[in-house]
């Protein structure tokens, strides 16, 4: 199925790289054909009334203007490249509890076929933010790396699959194969220290697979070399040149505590390039 509706959610403050993200994301809805929804929320901060003399009321408007501006100026990056791209858009901002940005984000992203978010690096409101959409809204997610912006191409030529063999990385495969189908190079690679035959047997299945859809994907492997798998696909993806990676989210749930895997967490944390997710 084609990637005909994507949403983008609009948070934080619009700095530089924030700014160039919007551009970005704009420019893959662009690339993709697709209607784009922006969704700004920030937080509704409740303040105790209290006495205000004379002086304290102009430092007082001017900061809540300038709060009031960052969600517009956000807003308006998206109105403009939206307009430049000739893209059929809409867009609603609102305020909301801070504990509930991201269930809401989550759930309006139950309504399109594809999440655009920029993420910061590092961040640990970007991980709450990127674990509810996951494992809340049933779609997939594409993260773009804030500090990358500027050198990101909107257009997915180069793409790597990151195979583990699992559920969750088929899971993304099939979510991805829209982007598949439109990519020059499709690459399989599984980190694995020995190629054995059952790696072996399990990637080349799944290029044989990719190949009834259309998408004519080649398999290897590389080795961790004693760094953490998600450190190795994120160097493995720059010095290959990929302009995306597809790769399966994992977690596991204990008393009620999201903890995150180790690959997922490194690639969130901070994406080497665009990355589509999915659970």
């Known amino acids: 199925m084609p990637i005909k509706d994507v949403f983008l959610p609009l948070v934080g403050r619009p700095r530089g790289p924030a700014l160039a ?10 690339d993709l054909g697709a209607r784009i929804t922006a969704l700004g929320l920030e937080e509704d901060v409740f303040e105790r009334p209290r006495v205000m003399l004379p002086y304290d009321r102009d430092s007082a408007e001017t900061s809540g203007s300038r709060e009031a501006g960052d ?6 990056a998206f109105t403009n490249a939206t307009s430049r791209a000739n893209l059929r858009a809409q867009s609603r901002a609102g305020k909301v509890p801070a504990d509930q940005i991201a269930a809401i984000l989550a759930e309006h992203a139950r309504f ?17 933010i990127v674990e509810a959409f996951l494992f809340g809204s049933g779609r997939p997610l594409l993260l773009c790396p804030e ?10 030529e180069n ?19 829209p982007i598949l189908r439109a990519a020059t190079s499709v690459r399989v690679v599984t980190v694995a220290e020995d190629k054995t035959e059952a790696v072996v047997q ?29 450190k190795v696909l994120g160097s493995w993806a720059n010095s290959h040149g990929m302009d995306a990676m597809v790769m399966g989210a994992y977690h596991h749930s204990r008393l009620n505590e999201i903890v995150w895997g180790g690959v997922t967490k490194t690639v969130i944390g901070q994406p080497p390039c665009w990355v589509m997710i999915s659970h």
Do not use: Y
């Open 21 to 30: 993200a919007i551009e970005k994301c704009v420019a893959v809805a662009a």
């Open 71 to 76: 969600m517009q100026q956000l807003l308006n």
């Open 159 to 177: 793409v790597m699959i990151a195979w583990d063999h699992s559920a969750r990385a088929a899971r993304a495969v099939g979510d991805a194969l």
């Open 147 to 156: 500090h990358l912006a500027d050198e990101l191409r909107p257009e997915f």
């Open 112 to 128: 399109s076929d594809l999440t655009l978010l920029p993420v910061k690096p590092h961040d640990s409101r970007t991980e709450s």
């Open 202 to 230: 399990s990637g080349t299945a799944l290029v044989d697979h990719l190949r009834e859809h259309g998408v004519h994907a080649s398999f290897e492997t590389t080795k961790g070399g004693g760094s953490s798998i998600g």
